[in-house]
T-cell receptor, first 114, second 115 residues
């Protein structure tokens, strides 16, 4: 009965080789988020979708792209991963964006860049 | 200015004792929500407790309670009767009415429960 599912749990890629991380949800939530989290730091918001509306954070590198083909799925594409992109990537959802709405997180994808 | 401040990078507590994790926040929005999440070493973020800015009572969820002091802009998490499984990172977070795109996280507190 997992609600936010991220695949794969661990991903290893080579420097400069494109990689895609995936996230799916069974909650039918309107909002989906991608966060990057480096060791012992707070999660950093990369972008989010409100339905089909894409919202990019100003400091998200151009190297990072996202797609949301339907309500249930969201993808994070890293076009040319660098060593600095090694991190945990967390997908999250919320029903909407009101102050009372919590985030539901997936278990994350740990990305290693060799 | 930091939206969420957690001043305790790490804490130790003895098993079965209570512990308070500090969180202060900064907002001028009258409507906001405050959240605490637990992140074990496995990496998943687990929701613990929520407090709304208009809530009169402090939130409680089992062994977790939130000590909400609105005038001081603090939202401390209290864990009663600590267990070994409580060892984890704990993040305080906030969501505002007007800046609804953002879910602000603090830098976290790593809690270690000693047997």
């Amino acid at each position: 009965d997992a609600m936010v599912i991220q695949n794969p749990r661990y991903q290893v890629t080579q420097f400069g080789k494109p990689v895609t991380l995936s996230c799916s949800q069974t909650l039918n939530h309107n909002v989906m988020y991608w966060y990057q989290q480096k060791s012992s730091q707070a999660p950093k918001l990369l972008f989010h979708y409100y339905d089909k509306d894409f919202n990019n954070e100003a400091d998200t590198p151009d190297n990072f792209q996202s797609r949301r083909p339907n309500t249930s799925f969201c993808f994070l594409d890293i076009r040319s991963p660098g060593l600095g992109d090694a991190a945990m990537y967390l997908c999250a959802t919320s029903r909407d964006r009101s102050p009372s709405e919590k985030l539901f997180f997936g278990s994350g994808t740990q990305l290693s860049v060799l | 200015a930091q939206k969420i401040t957690q001043t305790q990078p790490g804490m130790f507590v003895q098993e079965k004792e209570a512990v308070t994790l500090d969180c202060t926040y900064d907002t001028s929005d009258p409507s906001y929500g405050l959240f605490w999440y637990k992140q074990p070493s496995s990496g998943e973020m687990i929701f613990l407790i929520y407090q709304g800015s208009y809530d009169q009572q402090n939130a409680t969820e089992g062994r977790y309670s939130l000590n909400f002091q609105k005038a001081r802009k603090s939202a401390n998490l209290v864990i009663s009767a600590s267990q070994l499984g409580d060892s984890a990172m704990y993040f305080c977070a906030m969501r505002e009415q007007y800046n609804f795109n953002k879910f602000y996280f603090g830098s976290g507190t790593k809690l270690n429960v000693k047997p």
